[in-house]
T-cell receptor, first 114, second 115 residues
Framework: KAGVTQTPRYLIKTRGQQVTLSCSPISGHRSVSWYQQTPGQGLQFLFEYFSETQRNKGNFPGRFSGRQFSNSRSEMNVSTLELGDSALYLC?????????????FGPGTRLLVL | AQSVTQLGSHVSVSEGALVLLRCNYSSSVPPYLFWYVQYPNQGLQLLLKYTSAATLVKGINGFEAEFKKSETSFHLTKPSAHMSDAAEYFCAVSPPFQGAQKLVFGQGTRLTINP
């Protein structure tokens, strides 16, 4: 099976702009989670989507949003970008059959905000 | 709330030596525990996970970890380090509830292997 794919891999934006990142999960996986990785804050959970519904949410401002499509692909959007949004954004997919299934991560999208 | 503490942001060992990366967790209920590895410019790769079965968990690349409830620890070990083990390692915890696809990560430990 193909792994989790994320596009684009690299992105440069300026403050105030908005950005949309895309994640395609492993075929058959219905859950997609997003994480932000920065040198200062480490890896932080943004949100999780399952069957097109947001099921869990981390502690991020409303500028960060996401959605999931019927084919389980997910997008996350960041509006009104700030310098502090520069980070590696990681997407992970899983297929929760029981209580907790392994999350498989994509390579990430590296966002630089100037 | 759950949390994870990784002792030592940097660990350096010689090739062939024992690797020990420390992880302690805080959770009101027995959690699920994971170790992930991240190579430069890549995502996270699962090394191993504990989900309340055997307390000694074997993973990929010769790594293993032991869940010790009394010490709230889940330390990662490898008997003999290889140069290819140089990477950043993350310990993570998740509540054992259905639908809880949310990982809380430690700050990471950068492992350096000296020739």
């Amino acid at each position: 099976k193909a792994g989790v794919t994320q596009t684009p891999r690299y992105l440069i934006k300026t403050r105030g702009q908005q950005v949309t990142l895309s994640c395609s999960p492993i075929s058959g996986h219905r859950s997609v989670s997003w994480y932000q990785q920065t040198p200062g804050q480490g890896l932080q959970f943004l949100f999780e989507y399952f069957s097109e519904t947001q099921r869990n949410k981390g502690n991020f401002p409303g500028r960060f949003s996401g959605r999931q499509f019927s084919n389980s692909r997910s997008e996350m959007n960041v509006s009104t970008l700030e310098l502090g949004d520069s980070a590696l954004y990681l997407c992970a997919s899983s297929d929760p059959q029981g209580t907790q299934e392994t999350q498989y991560f994509g390579p990430g999208t590296r966002l630089l905000v100037l | 709330a759950q949390s994870v503490t990784q002792l030592g942001s940097h660990v350096s060992v010689s090739e062939g030596a024992l690797v020990l990366l420390r992880c302690n967790y805080s959770s009101s209920v027995p959690p699920y525990l994971f170790w992930y590895v991240q190579y430069p410019n890549q995502g996270l790769q699962l090394l191993l996970k504990y989900t309340s079965a055997a307390t000694l968990v074997k993973g990929i690349n010769g790594f293993e970890a032991e869940f010790k409830k009394s010490e709230t620890s889940f330390h990662l070990t490898k008997p003999s380090a290889h140069m290819s083990d140089a990477a950043e390692y993350f310990c993570a915890v998740s509540p054992p509830f259905q639908g809880a696809q949310k990982l809380v990560f430690g700050q990471g430990t950068r492992l350096t292997i000296n020739p």
